[in-house]
C-alpha cells in the first residue's frame, strides 16, 4: 500500500515519527511537496508575484500527480497557532486542495483528528474521510474509498471494452488515410455504444465516452 502524507508545513516536524511508524506496517509513505525543503514558497515569494504564482502551480500539478500514485492520503490535521488564536485540527487551503484530488482520483482519506468546525466543513464532510483520531492502527491495506466500492461485474465489463478498444484502435493506426480513420473511429463509437446499451449499464456508456 501506498499512502501520501498531507499536511501544512506547520506540521512538518511531526511527520517522520508517523513515517516511520507506517513504514513499520510495510506501507509505502509519499511525502508531501517541499517537505525537504520547507522555505521553498518563501523564496519563490521573494522572486515576486508571477514567480510566486509559477511555483504554486507546479505544486499544484506535482501533488495530483503524486496522488494518483498512492492508494490512499493522510491527512495531519494537527491544532495550529496564528496570530494568538488556535486553529484546532487546521486544515489549511493547499491541504484541502489535495484532499479533494484524492477524492475526485477515488482514493481513500484518512484523518488525523476530527474534520475541523469551519466554512469548509460540509464539504470534507462530502469527501467521506476516515477520521482515525490519532490511532494509525485504523489505516488498513483497503484502497478502494468509502461510499466507492466498486460492483465487480462493472469491472469486468470495462475490460471487455478497453481491450475491443485497444484492438479497434491498432486498426484504424494501420489505415492509410484520414477518411477512412474517421470512419473506422465512428464505427468503433457506434459498436461500443451499442454494446454498452446492451448491457444496460450507465456506468459502461460513461466509460466508453470518457475513453474516447
Same mark, same amino acid.
Given at each position: 500500500m501506498k499512502i501520501m502524507i498531507i499536511c501544512s508545513k506547520q506540521f512538518y516536524p511531526r511527520i517522520e515519527e508517523i513515517k516511520g511508524y507506517l513504514e513499520e506496517k510495510n506501507i509505502t509513505v509519499i511525502l508531501p511537496n517541499c517537505y525537504d525543503n520547507p522555505r521553498a514558497e518563501a523564496a519563490a515569494r521573494e522572486l515576486g508575484k508571477e514567480e510566486h504564482q509559477k511555483f504554486k502551480a507546479a505544486m499544484y500539478k506535482r501533488s495530483e500527480k503524486e496522488i494518483r500514485k498512492a492508494d !490512499?492520503? #493522510?491527512?495531519?490535521?494537527?491544532?495550529?497557532?496564528?496570530?494568538?488564536?488556535? #486553529?484546532?485540527?487546521?486544515?489549511?487551503? !493547499?491541504?484541502?486542495?489535495?484532499?479533494?484530488? !484524492? %477524492?475526485? #482520483?477515488?482514493?481513500?482519506? *484518512? #484523518?488525523?483528528?476530527?474534520?475541523?468546525?469551519?466554512?469548509? *466543513?460540509? &464539504?470534507? &464532510? @462530502? %469527501?467521506?474521510?476516515?477520521?482515525?483520531? @490519532?490511532?494509525?492502527?485504523?489505516i488498513s491495506g483497503n484502497e478502494i474509498a468509502p461510499g466507492r466500492q466498486i460492483d465487480p461485474r462493472f469491472l469486468a465489463a470495462v475490460e471487455m471494452l478497453e481491450v475491443s478498444i485497444n484492438n479497434s484502435r491498432a486498426y484504424a493506426d494501420s489505415i492509410s488515410t484520414e477518411e477512412e480513420k474517421r470512419e473506422q473511429a465512428e464505427r468503433i463509437d457506434r459498436a461500443l455504444e451499442q454494446a454498452a446499451h446492451k448491457e444496460g449499464s450507465a456506468y459502461c456508456r460513461a466509460h466508453v465516452r470518457i475513453r474516447h
Open positions: !490512499a492520503v #493522510l491527512v495531519l490535521n494537527f491544532d495550529k497557532e496564528k496570530d494568538g488564536v488556535v #486553529l484546532k485540527n487546521y486544515i489549511g487551503g !493547499a491541504t484541502f486542495l489535495e484532499m479533494y484530488d !484524492a %477524492f475526485r #482520483l477515488g482514493k481513500k482519506i *484518512y #484523518l488525523f483528528n476530527d474534520i475541523p468546525e469551519g466554512m469548509l *466543513y460540509d &464539504e470534507i &464532510e @462530502g %469527501f467521506s474521510p476516515v477520521i482515525i483520531n @490519532g490511532n494509525l492502527e485504523l
